[in-house]
């Protein structure tokens, strides 16, 4: 069959699909702004459940034949850059009658073609402002956008379900003064940072889970990765990844793991090592988490914590996360603080360290996160890391989250709030 032929019969079988059955995100995504939309996150976060949901509201207005979806993840497509306007050809002889100009187009996983951009921007300065964009990868689709579609796009990140959508996900009602909504919350919580907020693990068996995300983090492997990047090392990437979930919630050290790979007879640069560093970045699989310093060269070549995109992925990957419970409290919270695009850093010095810090406005709001304090031990330390920072930004308010203690006290003069991860979230 020629590629016109398969593409009109995608196009078709959209048209003829009832509505998607999505549940709604946080993210409002503009429909008639003018811009390029792109939605840029992790695989199987939610990015295309936006999009049919975005659909879905569209359709309530304009006739569904005045959409064009293509998912290029779609093994009938097999195209490339030349053959792109293809798609626009085989949709005119499907509905001549329609005009492209008051078309919405939908492009999903568009960075599987190379040089997509020139493609996008032809369209948009030619024939209809209403474009819609996915890709999970981030450098690919920032660079790409930086250079070949600048001002004209709006881009959004979309993550995996942050635990209030969670809760609607499970239909769980946000009520925390009835004591049945409460209870169901508290219970959930804890699901949530086992399970992680991959959004198909609400409506999947959990004896599934793990499996689930093995096979997530596979396709990622092999699809994002050892695909885009021609990695032929597959042995080392493999192994630096499963340090990377390791480490989640430390410091990394990439020396480490060069160290350990080699004591294992596998040979790789250690430059290598930081290009998979990037990569995992790039794919949002890894996050990397800067220390608090006024000099910028310090922030970017100084120590960084990581942190993974899912808590149930870590599990999944490294079964010493099963039962840590405090390790995945904080990986929420720093995901709670990236959707609320807070910028955090941390905050060490010989004595003390302090989880979080984020810039509010002219001030600093800094955040220690502890399963509980009940112990004094912790309790102390905990304390003792929002005294230093407060000291040192001058300033008279911290925070610590827990899994459900709730409490408020002062101490040299440093008022410190101790609030739920549930409510905080």
């Not at 970045?281 to 006024?294: D, G, H, R, S, V």
């Not at 910028?296 to 840590?324: H, P, Q, V, W």
């Not at 709030?417 to 549930?422: G, L, R």
Request: charged letters at 30%; one cysteine or more; glycine letters at 4%.
């Amino acid at each position: 069959m020629k590629k016109k032929e398969v593409i009109k019969t995608v196009i078709r079988e959209f048209h003829l699909r009832k509505n998607f059955d999505v549940k709604k995100r946080e993210l409002d995504i503009p429909i008639n702004s003018g811009k390029i939309i792109t939605l840029i996150g992790a695989r199987r976060s939610g990015k295309s459940s936006c999009f049919y949901y975005t659909i879905n509201q569209l359709t309530k207005t304009i006739n569904k034949e005045q959409i064009i979806f293509i998912n290029f993840e779609d093994e009938r497509l097999d195209l490339k850059l030349d053959e792109l306007d293809l798609i626009l050809q085989g949709y005119l002889e499907l509905y001549p009658e329609n005009n492209l100009e008051d078309c919405y187009i939908f492009f999903d996983e568009i960075q599987n073609i190379d040089g997509w951009e020139k493609f996008v921007r032809r369209v948009y300065d030619t024939i209809t402002k209403n474009i819609f964009i996915t890709g999970s990868n981030s450098k690919l689709l920032s660079s790409e956008i930086a250079t070949s579609l600048r001002g004209r796009t709006l881009t959004f990140n979309v993550y995996p379900l942050s635990f209030r959508e969670f809760l609607d996900f499970k239909n769980i009602e946000i009520d925390f003064y009835t004591t049945k909504s409460k209870a169901l919350i508290k219970t959930s919580l804890e699901s949530y940072l086992l399970t992680g907020g991959f959004p198909e693990l609400c409506f999947v068996d959990s004896k599934y889970h793990i499996k689930i995300l093995q096979e997530y983090f596979d396709v990622m492997i092999f699809k994002d990765l050892i695909q885009r990047y021609n990695i032929t090392n597959i042995v080392a990437l493999k192994f630096f990844l499963k340090r990377l979930i390791a480490s989640s919630t430390k410091e990394l050290s990439v020396n480490k793991i060069y160290n350990e790979l080699k004591s294992n007879g596998i040979k790789i640069g250690k430059n290598t090592l930081y290009d998979f560093l990037e990569y995992a970045q790039n794919i949002f699989l890894a996050f990397l988490l800067p220390k608090y310093t006024t000099k910028l060269i310090n922030k970017e070549l100084g120590d960084k914590k990581i942190y993974s995109i899912d808590m149930g992925l870590n599990r999944a990957i490294d079964f010493s996360f099963t039962n840590n419970l405090g390790k995945a409290l904080e990986n929420a919270v720093f995901l709670e603080l990236i959707r609320r695009e807070k910028e955090p850093f941390y905050y060490t010095n010989k004595k003390s360290e302090c989880d979080f810090v984020i810039k509010e406005q002219n001030s600093f709001i800094p955040i220690q996160v502890a399963l509980n304090i009940e112990d004094e031990d912790t309790k102390k330390r905990e304390i003792k890391g929002l005294i230093e920072v407060c000291k040192e930004l001058n300033l008279n308010k911290g925070f610590i989250i827990t899994l459900d203690t709730q409490d408020e006290f002062e101490i040299n003069g440093i008022k410190i709030e101790v609030i739920p991860f549930y409510k905080w979230a």
